[in-house]
Protein backbone atom coordinates (compact mmCIF):
# COMPACT_ATOMS: atom_id res chain seq x y z
CA UNK A 1 0.00 0.00 0.00
CA UNK A 2 2.76 2.61 0.73
CA UNK A 3 4.56 1.63 -2.66
CA UNK A 4 1.52 2.36 -4.11
CA UNK A 5 0.90 5.29 -2.72
CA UNK A 6 4.08 6.78 -3.98
CA UNK A 7 3.23 5.41 -7.59
CA UNK A 8 0.29 7.68 -7.40
CA UNK A 9 2.17 10.81 -6.22
CA UNK A 10 4.59 10.45 -9.14
CA UNK A 11 2.07 10.17 -11.80
CA UNK A 12 1.48 13.02 -13.53
CA UNK A 13 3.85 14.70 -11.74
CA UNK A 14 7.66 15.53 -13.31
CA UNK A 15 9.33 16.72 -10.28
CA UNK A 16 11.36 13.93 -9.73
CA UNK A 17 13.02 14.57 -13.18
CA UNK A 18 14.84 17.13 -11.64
CA UNK A 19 16.55 15.26 -9.12
CA UNK A 20 17.30 11.91 -11.63
CA UNK A 21 21.14 13.06 -11.73
CA UNK A 22 21.64 13.24 -8.50
CA UNK A 23 24.04 10.56 -6.52
CA UNK A 24 22.11 8.18 -4.28
CA UNK A 25 24.22 9.94 -1.14
CA UNK A 26 22.65 12.84 -2.19
CA UNK A 27 19.13 11.60 -2.87
CA UNK A 28 19.01 9.75 0.74
CA UNK A 29 20.03 12.97 2.16
CA UNK A 30 17.01 14.62 0.53
CA UNK A 31 14.65 12.45 1.54
CA UNK A 32 15.51 11.97 5.25
CA UNK A 33 15.41 15.69 5.57
CA UNK A 34 12.28 15.89 4.17
CA UNK A 35 10.87 12.52 4.68
CA UNK A 36 9.59 12.50 1.06
CA UNK A 37 7.88 9.88 -0.55
CA UNK A 38 7.86 11.05 -4.21
CA UNK A 39 11.87 11.18 -3.71
CA UNK A 40 11.71 7.86 -2.48
CA UNK A 41 10.19 6.73 -5.61
CA UNK A 42 13.47 7.70 -7.40
CA UNK A 43 15.22 5.67 -5.12
CA UNK A 44 12.88 2.96 -5.68
CA UNK A 45 12.86 2.66 -9.39
CA UNK A 46 16.90 2.74 -8.76
CA UNK A 47 17.33 -0.25 -6.83
CA UNK A 48 13.73 -2.41 -7.32
CA UNK A 49 15.25 -4.87 -9.69
CA UNK A 50 18.35 -5.34 -7.76
CA UNK A 51 16.69 -5.99 -4.50
CA UNK A 52 14.35 -8.37 -6.19
CA UNK A 53 16.95 -10.55 -7.63
CA UNK A 54 18.25 -11.03 -4.31
CA UNK A 55 14.93 -11.71 -2.96
CA UNK A 56 15.02 -13.85 -5.57
CA UNK A 57 17.26 -15.95 -4.31
CA UNK A 58 15.86 -16.71 -0.83
CA UNK A 59 11.82 -17.15 -2.47
CA UNK A 60 10.24 -20.10 -3.15
CA UNK A 61 7.84 -17.92 -5.95
CA UNK A 62 8.03 -14.82 -7.85
CA UNK A 63 5.52 -13.47 -5.45
CA UNK A 64 7.00 -14.60 -2.44
CA UNK A 65 10.21 -12.48 -4.18
CA UNK A 66 7.89 -9.61 -5.07
CA UNK A 67 6.36 -9.61 -1.35
CA UNK A 68 9.87 -9.53 0.14
CA UNK A 69 10.62 -6.65 -2.31
CA UNK A 70 7.88 -4.40 -1.14
CA UNK A 71 8.23 -5.28 2.75
CA UNK A 72 12.29 -3.93 2.13
CA UNK A 73 11.53 -1.01 0.48
CA UNK A 74 8.98 -0.39 3.31
CA UNK A 75 11.53 -0.93 6.14
CA UNK A 76 13.79 0.51 4.23
CA UNK A 77 11.81 4.26 4.13
CA UNK A 78 11.63 3.85 7.85
CA UNK A 79 15.25 3.33 8.15
CA UNK A 80 17.40 5.16 5.71
CA UNK A 81 18.24 7.57 8.13
CA UNK A 82 20.53 4.85 9.31
CA UNK A 83 22.45 5.47 6.63
CA UNK A 84 25.49 7.11 7.31
CA UNK A 85 27.60 7.04 4.61
CA UNK A 86 30.43 5.14 5.45
CA UNK A 87 30.25 2.78 2.73
CA UNK A 88 28.55 3.25 -0.73
CA UNK A 89 24.68 3.01 -0.53
CA UNK A 90 24.44 0.80 -3.29
CA UNK A 91 26.69 -1.83 -1.05
CA UNK A 92 24.60 -0.58 2.19
CA UNK A 93 21.38 -1.49 0.56
CA UNK A 94 22.35 -4.83 -0.77
CA UNK A 95 23.79 -5.48 3.13
CA UNK A 96 20.51 -4.46 4.35
CA UNK A 97 18.54 -6.69 2.09
CA UNK A 98 20.91 -9.83 2.79
CA UNK A 99 19.78 -9.01 6.53
CA UNK A 100 16.17 -8.78 6.08
CA UNK A 101 16.25 -11.66 3.78
CA UNK A 102 17.82 -14.07 6.00
CA UNK A 103 16.31 -12.93 8.59
CA UNK A 104 13.19 -13.57 6.84
CA UNK A 105 14.50 -17.49 6.27
CA UNK A 106 15.57 -18.15 10.31
CA UNK A 107 11.70 -16.73 10.85
CA UNK A 108 10.51 -19.40 8.53
CA UNK A 109 10.21 -22.60 10.53
CA UNK A 110 8.50 -24.98 7.73
CA UNK A 111 11.49 -24.06 5.35
CA UNK A 112 14.81 -26.36 5.40
CA UNK A 113 18.20 -24.26 5.75
CA UNK A 114 19.93 -25.36 2.65
CA UNK A 115 23.19 -25.76 3.61
CA UNK A 116 23.89 -29.27 3.25
CA UNK A 117 27.56 -28.99 3.87
CA UNK A 118 29.74 -31.54 6.22
CA UNK A 119 30.66 -30.18 9.77
CA UNK A 120 34.02 -29.22 10.22
CA UNK A 121 35.94 -29.03 13.47
CA UNK A 122 36.24 -25.50 14.50
CA UNK A 123 40.19 -26.18 14.71
CA UNK A 124 40.23 -26.12 11.36
CA UNK A 125 39.61 -22.50 11.27
CA UNK A 126 41.99 -21.53 13.20
CA UNK A 127 43.82 -17.79 12.21
CA UNK A 128 47.29 -19.93 11.38
CA UNK A 129 44.96 -21.75 8.70
CA UNK A 130 46.11 -20.99 4.76
CA UNK A 131 43.69 -18.73 3.83
CA UNK A 132 41.99 -19.49 0.40
CA UNK A 133 43.23 -17.16 -2.29
CA UNK A 134 41.00 -15.10 -3.84
CA UNK A 135 41.72 -16.55 -7.18
CA UNK A 136 40.72 -20.13 -6.49
CA UNK A 137 37.14 -18.12 -5.98
CA UNK A 138 36.99 -16.00 -9.18
CA UNK A 139 38.10 -19.36 -11.39
CA UNK A 140 34.63 -21.43 -10.42
CA UNK A 141 32.45 -22.40 -13.05
CA UNK A 142 29.51 -20.13 -13.31
CA UNK A 143 27.01 -22.77 -13.18
CA UNK A 144 28.47 -24.78 -10.22
CA UNK A 145 29.47 -21.86 -7.91
CA UNK A 146 25.60 -20.58 -8.20
CA UNK A 147 25.01 -24.52 -6.86
CA UNK A 148 27.01 -24.51 -4.02
CA UNK A 149 25.88 -20.71 -3.36
CA UNK A 150 22.69 -22.63 -2.96
CA UNK A 151 23.73 -25.02 -0.19
CA UNK A 152 25.43 -22.79 2.27
CA UNK A 153 24.24 -21.03 4.67
CA UNK A 154 22.11 -17.68 3.98
CA UNK A 155 25.00 -15.68 6.51
CA UNK A 156 28.10 -17.34 4.47
CA UNK A 157 26.12 -16.59 1.15
CA UNK A 158 26.14 -13.05 2.22
CA UNK A 159 29.19 -12.04 2.96
CA UNK A 160 30.56 -13.46 -0.34
CA UNK A 161 28.40 -11.99 -2.56
CA UNK A 162 28.65 -8.80 -0.72
CA UNK A 163 32.81 -9.08 -0.68
CA UNK A 164 32.86 -10.97 -4.92
CA UNK A 165 29.57 -9.44 -6.59
CA UNK A 166 29.36 -6.22 -5.14
CA UNK A 167 33.17 -5.44 -4.32
CA UNK A 168 32.93 -4.62 -0.76
CA UNK A 169 36.07 -3.79 1.34
CA UNK A 170 37.04 -5.25 4.73
CA UNK A 171 36.68 -2.18 6.18
CA UNK A 172 32.96 -1.93 4.53
CA UNK A 173 32.30 -5.08 5.25
CA UNK A 174 33.44 -4.49 9.29
CA UNK A 175 31.03 -1.04 9.33
CA UNK A 176 27.98 -3.00 7.47
CA UNK A 177 28.27 -6.05 9.95
CA UNK A 178 29.72 -3.77 13.10
CA UNK A 179 32.41 -6.09 13.52
CA UNK A 180 35.91 -5.76 14.06
CA UNK A 181 38.03 -6.33 10.66
CA UNK A 182 39.55 -9.06 11.89
CA UNK A 183 36.22 -11.41 12.98
CA UNK A 184 35.40 -9.74 8.92
CA UNK A 185 38.29 -11.99 7.35
CA UNK A 186 37.85 -15.22 9.79
CA UNK A 187 34.06 -15.00 8.50
CA UNK A 188 35.00 -14.74 4.91
CA UNK A 189 37.48 -17.36 5.43
CA UNK A 190 35.36 -19.92 7.10
CA UNK A 191 32.55 -18.84 4.33
CA UNK A 192 34.90 -19.65 1.55
CA UNK A 193 36.24 -22.66 2.64
CA UNK A 194 32.39 -24.15 3.00
CA UNK A 195 31.49 -22.98 -0.40
CA UNK A 196 34.96 -25.17 -1.77
CA UNK A 197 34.02 -27.83 0.07
CA UNK A 198 30.64 -27.76 -1.65
CA UNK A 199 31.51 -27.01 -5.07
CA UNK A 200 34.13 -29.78 -5.09
CA UNK A 201 31.66 -32.29 -4.18
CA UNK A 202 29.46 -31.09 -7.25
CA UNK A 203 29.25 -32.80 -10.45
Same mark, same amino acid.
Given at each position: ??? /?? $??????????? @?????????????? $????? =?????????????????????????? @? =???? =???? @? /???????????????????????SFTYNFCVNYVNRDKQRKMSDQSVAMEDTEYKLAQDDVPDESIYELKANKLAKALEMISPENKSILLLKYQDGASVKELSDLLELGESAVKMRLKRAKTKLLEIYNTLG
Open positions: MFL /IL $INQTRNGNGRE @DAYKDLSDEELVAK $IVANN =DTLLFGVLYDRYVKMVYNKCYGFARS @D =DEAE =DLTQ @D /IFLMLFVKLASFKGKSKFSTWLY
